[in-house]
T-cell receptor, first 114, second 117 residues
Framework: SAVISQKPSRDICQRGTSLTIQCQVD?????MFWYRQQPGQSLTLIAT?????????ESGFVIDKFPISRPNLTFSTLTVSNMSPEDSSIYLC???????????FGSGTRLTVV | AQTVTQSQPEMSVQEAETVTLSCTYD???????LFWYKQPPSRQMILVIR??????QNATENRFSVNFQKAAKSFSLKISDSQLGDTAMYFC??????????????FGQGTTLQVKP
């Protein structure tokens, strides 16, 4: 299965600033997914990122707040912009393995906004 | 719209015993996959087991097995011979595989499992 390197693993940020999270995959994948997991809760999909096209955002998430880049088939970034304490969460990227046989996740970024 | 429901927020089991986690889902699709993921305190999401909807046989992976009841839209996970390392949050997840599907995983609310020594 694919291996995903997600960075940073954790960060503490000041409100009003931005943080960019990176995911690097060791194989080419068509779609990458970005999730938010608030403390003690389930995963909520932020957006789906296809290479060469604009990301598709889920209801409640907007591009100005969570801009995503997908420059090639192995890399993507998610930026959390103008952060507030409510953005404190774990952010995870995921890829759909060939044939949909399973999804692999990055190790997650624990973000704390103070 | 598809939904996934896990009705047990927390469960506990004694080491070496068996525990079953419940999951129900709702969909009108006929082609889909179901998954159980484990998330230990390290927060890494680990695939435990998967089931293709077209397969009648229940999936099994070592100590983990599922009871897939397609008509009832139920997909429970049985953990046998529970070990301390099984302590984690467990998520049931669904993905539609028919035409027009985007490949989005839909997660249940999660069940926190504690294995006691």
């Amino acid at each position: 299965s694919a291996v995903i390197s997600q960075k940073p693993s954790r960060d503490i940020c000041q409100r009003g600033t931005s943080l960019t999270i990176q995911c690097q995959v060791d194989s080419q994948v068509t779609m990458m997914f970005w999730y938010r997991q608030q403390p003690g809760q389930s995963l909520t999909l932020i957006a789906t990122a296809n290479q060469g096209s604009e990301a598709t955002y889920e209801s409640g998430f907007v591009i100005d707040k969570f801009p995503i880049s997908r420059p090639n088939l192995t890399f993507s970034t998610l930026t959390v912009s103008n952060m507030s304490p409510e953005d404190s969460s774990i952010y995870l990227c995921s890829v759909d393995e060939v044939g949909g046989y399973g999804y692999t996740f990055g190790s997650g970024t624990r973000l704390t906004v103070v | 719209a598809q939904t996934v429901t896990q009705s047990q927020p927390e469960m506990s089991v004694q080491e070496a015993e068996t525990v079953t986690l419940s999951c129900t889902y709702d969909t009108s699709e006929s082609n889909y996959y179901l998954f159980w993921y484990k998330q230990p305190p390290s927060r890494q999401m680990i695939l435990v087991i998967r089931q293709e909807a077209y397969k009648q046989q229940n999936a099994t992976e070592n100590r983990f097995s599922v009871n897939f009841q397609k008509a009832a839209k139920s997909f429970s996970l049985k953990i046998s011979d529970s070990q301390l390392g099984d302590t984690a949050m467990y998520f049931c997840a669904f993905v539609g595989r028919g035409s027009g599907n985007t490949g989005k995983l839909i997660f249940g609310q999660g069940t926190t499992l504690q294995v006691k020594p």
